[in-house]
C-alpha cells in the first residue's frame, strides 16, 4: 500500500509520460505518488523477452524514438542514449519484371544514383531534397515549441514562417503535396507512409487526419529522424522510474486506479490491488491513461470511442534473408525502414478494402532490424551466432475487423503480411525464423484488439485518440494537458502533443501543476 494518504500530486499510470511527470514534479520538491495498474512500469515503452528461453530483449510495442526532447533527458540527468540508423529505407519493387528497389541512404551520391535507377532521371531525387529540406525547416521552427504554453494558430503560423509549408502540413490534404511534387508511385508511397502510421486515413481525408500523423513524424527533434534505444526501449522507462524514486517519488505497481472525485481543488483516487481497496487525497491528479479512461475515472460523458488500425509483429531469426534485389545488402536494407507493399496506389487501394469492411488482400507494412544498430539487445551468444530481430508495423488494419474473431483474423492478416514480404526475399522468412525453447516460431503479432486488451489502448489505438495539430483547441488549457477539472490534468498521448516516446505531454503536465 501507499506510504501516506495524502500527497501533493498522484499520477494514475507508470508509463512513460507519467514517470516523466514524477520525475519533474519530485524533482520540484513535491510529495509524488504514482499508481500503476500492471505488475511493472513502463506502459507500452518496454523490453520484454516474449520468447522462452530466448535471450533477446525486445521493445514489445513501442520501438522507435524521434519525438523526446533532449531538454527532458537533460532536465532529468537520465543515462539514456539512441542511435541512429545508417539507412533512412529501402522499399523492394518488382519493375519490367526485375526486382530492383529504392534506398534512401548511404550518402547522398549514393541516394541520388538509387532515385535514377528506379525513376530513369534525377527530377524524383531534387523534389525528394526540395520537399523534405522544407519539412525539415518546419521540424526546425515547431518542435521547440512542444515543450512551451500551447500558441495559438496564428502564433505558430508566425514562427514557421512559410507560407507553403503551412498550406501543405496545415491546410490541404497531404496527398495534394505528393502527387504535384512527386511523379513515381513507388516515391509517393514512401512519402506517404508518415501519414499513416497508426492512422486509418486516405491520402486525401478531408479531416486531416492524415496530415497531424505527417506532421509529428517529420518533426521529432527538429530534423525528423527516427532513432532506435540504446538497450531497448525499457532502458528509457527504466532511467525514468530510477529518475523518479530518487528524486523522491513513490511508484507502485499492482494498483488499479477505480475511481476519482474531485471538487477542483483537492481530489481523492480510488484503487484496488490483490490484497484491497484504498484511496489516497491529493492537490493534483494527472492521469497518464487515455481521454476515455479519464472519463470513466470522473464519471464525465466518454469521449467518441478510438480505433486502432496496425498490425505490430515481433521477431527473432537466425539470420537476415536474402533479398532478389541483389545490388542492395540485406544488413542495409533491413538497417532503415524497410516498406512492404507501400506503393501510392497499393495503400490506396488497402485502405478501400479495409474501409469497405474487408481486410487488405495486399497488406502493406513496414519492417525494423534494431538488432543491426544496436546489438545489445541480444544476448552474446545469439549476436555471436548473427541473430537479429525484427519488428514489423502493418497499416491499414482497423479494430473493426477484428471484431468477429480476433485469433482467426490475426492468422489470416500475419498469414497475408508474411507473403508480400516473401514475394520480395530470395528465401522464405520462414526459414529463417528462430525456435524458442518449447520448440515454437519465435514470432509474435499483435492486433488492435490485443493491444486494448493488454494495455487498455482505446481501440488499439497507439495515441489514444486522433492527433491534434499542435496549437490552441477549444478547452485545451494553457499547456494542453487540462481538463474539465482544475486539478485534474491529462499527461497521457491523449493530450494535445501527445503521440509517441516523447514524454511531452508528461513535461507540460508537471509545468501545468508548477504554474509555469
Excluded at 509520460?17 to 506502459?43: D, I, K, M, P
Excluded at 541512404?105 to 532521371?121: N, P, Q
Excluded at 488497402?350 to 487488405?360: E, F, K, R, T
Amino acid at each position: 500500500m501507499p506510504a501516506h494518504q495524502v500527497y501533493d500530486t498522484v499520477i494514475v499510470g507508470g508509463g512513460h509520460n507519467g514517470l516523466v511527470a514524477a520525475a519533474y514534479l519530485a524533482c520540484a520538491g513535491q510529495s509524488v505518488l504514482v499508481l500503476e495498474r500492471l505488475g511493472h512500469t513502463g506502459g507500452a515503452a518496454v523490453s520484454t523477452r516474449p520468447f522462452a528461453g530466448v535471450d533477446a530483449r525486445l521493445s514489445r510495442y513501442s520501438y522507435l524514438v524521434s519525438l523526446l526532447p533532449r531538454k527532458i533527458v537533460d532536465d532529468l540527468g537520465l543515462r539514456f542514449a539512441v542511435r541512429k540508423r545508417t539507412v533512412s529505407s529501402y522499399t523492394p519493387v518488382v519493375r519490367d519484371g526485375r526486382p530492383t528497389g529504392l534506398l534512401v541512404g548511404g550518402g547522398e551520391e549514393r541516394t541520388r544514383a538509387s532515385f535514377r535507377r528506379l525513376t530513369g532521371s534525377d527530377a524524383a531525387y531534387t523534389a525528394w531534397e526540395a520537399f523534405y529540406g522544407t519539412t525539415r525547416r518546419a521540424a526546425e521552427r515547431i518542435f521547440p515549441t512542444l515543450t512551451e504554453p500551447l500558441p495559438t494558430r496564428a502564433a505558430l503560423r508566425e514562427r514557421l514562417g512559410d507560407d507553403t509549408a503551412w498550406r501543405v502540413l496545415f491546410e490541404e490534404p497531404i496527398g495534394v503535396a505528393v502527387e504535384e511534387r512527386f511523379d513515381d508511385d513507388l516515391v509517393r508511397g514512401v512519402v506517404l507512409t508518415d501519414a499513416l502510421i497508426g492512422t486509418f486515413a486516405d491520402a486525401h481525408d478531408p479531416s486531416l487526419a492524415q496530415n497531424r500523423c505527417f506532421l509529428y513524424h517529420v518533426i521529432g527533434g527538429g530534423t525528423g529522424d527516427w532513432d532506435v534505444p540504446v538497450g531497448g526501449m525499457g532502458a528509457f522507462t527504466d532511467a525514468l522510474a530510477g529518475a523518479a524514486r530518487a528524486a523522491g517519488a513513490e511508484l507502485v505497481t499492482g494498483h488499479e486506479a477505480t475511481a476519482l472525485r474531485t471538487d477542483g481543488r483537492e481530489a481523492e483516487v480510488d484503487f484496488r490491488t490483490e490484497s484491497g481497496e484504498g484511496t489516497v487525497a491529493a492537490r493534483h491528479v494527472l492521469v497518464n491513461a487515455s481521454p476515455e479512461a479519464l472519463a470513466a475515472l470522473t464519471g464525465d460523458p466518454a469521449p467518441e470511442h478510438a480505433e486502432g488500425a496496425q498490425l505490430k509483429v515481433n521477431m527473432l531469426l537466425t539470420r537476415l534473408p536474402r533479398l532478389k534485389d541483389t545490388s542492395v545488402d540485406p544488413r542495409e536494407a533491413f538497417a532503415g525502414t524497410f516498406h512492404i507493399g507501400e506503393g501510392y496506389g497499393e495503400l490506396a487501394a488497402a485502405y478501400a478494402q479495409a474501409a469497405s469492411g474487408a481486410l487488405p488482400t495486399a497488406p502493406p507494412s513496414e519492417i525494423y532490424c534494431h538488432s543491426l544498430t544496436d546489438p545489445s539487445i541480444l544476448g552474446p551468444d545469439l549476436a555471436r551466432r548473427g541473430y537479429q530481430t525484427l519488428t514489423l508495423f502493418g497499416l491499414h488494419t482497423p479494430a473493426r475487423l477484428f471484431a468477429g474473431d480476433n485469433d482467426k483474423t490475426r492468422e489470416v492478416l500475419l498469414e497475408a503480411t508474411l507473403a508480400q514480404l516473401d514475394a520480395h526475399l530470395a528465401e522464405p522468412l520462414a526459414d529463417c525464423l528462430a525456435i524458442d525453447a518449447d520448440g515454437r516460431p519465435c514470432i509474435e503479432a499483435k492486433t488492435p484488439l490485443d493491444l486494448e486488451r493488454e494495455l487498455r489502448l482505446p481501440g488499439g489505438n497507439i495515441f489514444h485518440r486522433p492527433l491534434a495539430f499542435p496549437y490552441a483547441q477549444e478547452s485545451a488549457g494553457r499547456w494542453g494537458v487540462e481538463t474539465a477539472h482544475p486539478n485534474v490534468l491529462l499527461c497521457g498521448a491523449g493530450a494535445v502533443r501527445g503521440g509517441g516516446v516523447s514524454g511531452i505531454p508528461g513535461h507540460n503536465a508537471a509545468m501545468a501543476v508548477l504554474g509555469r
